[in-house]
């Protein structure tokens, strides 16, 4: 009985010293070196982007549509004719001023005729005064006809020129809102054809903080303004500014802005959204990659190592350069930031830090696990715990 009591109390003792032994055990982390370097002043809005040329295809003539003569959401030179709608109308109107121009030039001339006779006649004082001013008036009414018919021809081809309704500007057509056969009012919203945009190239509309445009104000229209995807991938660069609003909104204080980009290829299309980035200079700050940064309600930090233990440390963040998050305040070089298992971190807790790449460290500690059991040979190949073999 009192060998047997002995040997529960070592058992009891050794389980409670097994026990305790993890919670000093350290966890290994990857750490990255801060390095402050120069890094462009990056001001970022959510920007939409619009044709640089917009224009509303309208009827200016009235008539039935008799043909489309573009496919729809191609691209369209200037002048190319886009619809056709009924000449015979405005032949017809173009054939009657001719004849009623003729008919105006007839008289005219026969009125000129009649005034150069009785001007003769008038200096021979062979008829009165006024038979000659009234000869002289009928002219004056006959070229002012003369005129208006002139102009009446005019306006005649010039609408039945408007029956072949051309692009103005050269970019991408919209949909048809009027098929062949549909009759077209000039005038009224009937008279809406189609639409034409110009997206080469490109504008993008966006707004900044009042705060933020003082920066920009020194640079004017020769800052270098590029639109980036979500994941920081720039997709368009080398914009330049060609519009800012010289007032504030007072509901929201910021500044209209538009920049303006080349897209040869129709990489944007007008409506997009976009992020809008600004060059405003360089300003020296530490990369920090995007997962490092952790957001607390106090505000971002990272994690880093001290003495062999972790530490939250609060960061001022600016903006992302690229997958980096740039830090501006927070960190000084040589700072040991951890970039993974952040959230199995605790402050003050043990770890082992390790560079990128490098091997983590078997064992709790660090130090290479202690082989459980020693592999003894044994019967068909099976290994046999030493202590197990003692005890046998």
Do not use: H
Request: hydrophobic share 45%; glycine share 8%; charged share 25%.
């Amino acid at each position: 009985m009192l060998g047997l009591a002995l040997l529960l109390a070592a058992c009891g003792q050794g389980a409670d010293k097994g026990a305790a032994q993890p919670q000093g055990s350290a966890m290994p982390v990857t750490v990255l070196k801060a390095s402050v370097q120069n890094v462009p002043v990056l001001i970022e809005s959510v920007g939409q982007t619009e044709g640089s040329r917009e224009v509303e295809i309208r009827a200016r003539v009235s008539g039935i549509v008799q043909k489309r003569m573009y496919q729809e959401g191609e691209l369209a030179r200037v002048g190319a004719v886009l619809f056709q709608i009924e000449r015979a109308p405005y032949e017809i109107a173009l054939a009657q001023s001719k004849a009623a121009l003729d008919q105006e030039k007839a008289k005219n001339e026969q009125s000129r005729r009649e005034s150069g006779r009785l001007k003769q006649l008038a200096a021979e004082k062979a008829i009165s005064q006024k038979e000659y001013d009234d000869a002289t008036s009928t002219l004056k009414q006959s070229d002012a006809t003369l005129a208006a018919a002139e102009a009446k021809l005019r306006e005649a081809e010039l609408n039945l020129s408007y029956t072949a309704v051309s692009a103005p500007i050269a970019g991408v057509t919209g949909r048809a809102q009027r098929s062949e056969g549909s009759l077209v009012t000039a005038g009224t919203e009937s008279a809406l054809l189609t639409t034409v945009v110009q997206t080469n190239p490109i504008w993008v509309r966006f707004s900044f903080a009042e705060s933020e445009y003082a920066q920009l104000r020194k640079l004017a229209k020769k800052a270098e303004v590029r639109l980036v995807q979500a994941d920081g991938k720039v997709i368009a660069g080398n914009g330049r500014l060609n519009f800012t609003s010289s007032t504030v909104d007072a509901r929201l204080g910021t500044v209209q802005m538009r920049a303006e980009f080349a897209n040869p290829e129709l990489a944007l299309l007008p409506g997009q959204f976009v992020r809008a980035q600004v060059v405003a200079g360089e300003e020296q700050a530490v990369l920090v990659p995007q997962s490092a940064v952790m957001q607390s309600d106090q505000g971002r930090f990272v994690w880093t190592v001290a003495d062999g233990k972790a530490q939250p440390r609060p960061v001022e963040a600016a903006s992302w350069l690229g997958k980096d998050w740039v830090i501006r305040k927070g960190l000084a070089a040589g700072d040991s930031v951890i970039i993974d298992n952040l959230l199995k971190l605790r402050p003050g807790a043990p770890v082992i830090p390790n560079a990128p790449g490098e091997l983590v460290p078997a064992g709790p500690a660090g130090a290479p696990k202690a082989d459980a059991a020693k592999s003894v040979p044994g019967d068909a190949g099976k290994s046999v715990d030493p202590a197990a073999k003692k005890a046998g």
